[in-house]
């Protein structure tokens, strides 16, 4: 399996759990470069929920407690997501459930669906 595009979707997930808020342009931005993946909005979801959730969430639990930062850094971001994949299925990633469905993340995740189905920018 060729992992590179799978990649470039994590790291534009990882966009969704940085300490940025995100205007609903920049979430549109973020629904056409998915779009441009060739992955439908099923499959993204599901990476969203269990790759790149389960690794970049955490991070949202302890808001400015380490400071802002503006991304996650690329070779890191492929090397934790590919050691949460290689955990048995039985092990339970940590609370990855609470970790996507945050309010934030769940409202930014609606609106890059909408751009994902060509739904125009709500004024």
């Known amino acids: ?3 590179a595009p ?8 990882s966009e969704l759990f940085v300490d940025t808020e995100h205007t609903q342009k920049n979430l549109y931005a973020i629904g056409s470069l998915l779009q441009e993946t060739g992955f439908s909005i099923d499959e993204i ?11 970049c969430g ?14 996650f850094e690329e070779q890191d971001l492929k090397k934790r997501i590919q050691a949460h994949l290689q955990k048995p299925w039985y092990e339970p ?8 469905f945050m309010p ?13 189905l060509g ?5």
């Open 45 to 55: 979801a599901t990476i969203l929920y269990r790759e790149v959730a389960p690794v």
């Open 104 to 116: 934030g993340v769940r409202r930014d995740w609606k609106i890059i669906q909408n751009a994902m």
């Open 6 to 13: 799978r990649e470039a979707v994590w790291l534009v997930l």
């Open 58 to 71: 955490r991070w949202m639990l302890y808001p400015g407690a380490i400071g802002p930062w503006p991304a």
């Open 1 to 3: 399996m060729n992992r």
């Open 119 to 123: 739904k125009p920018m709500l004024k």
């Open 93 to 100: 990633p940590l609370l990855h459930r609470g970790l996507m």
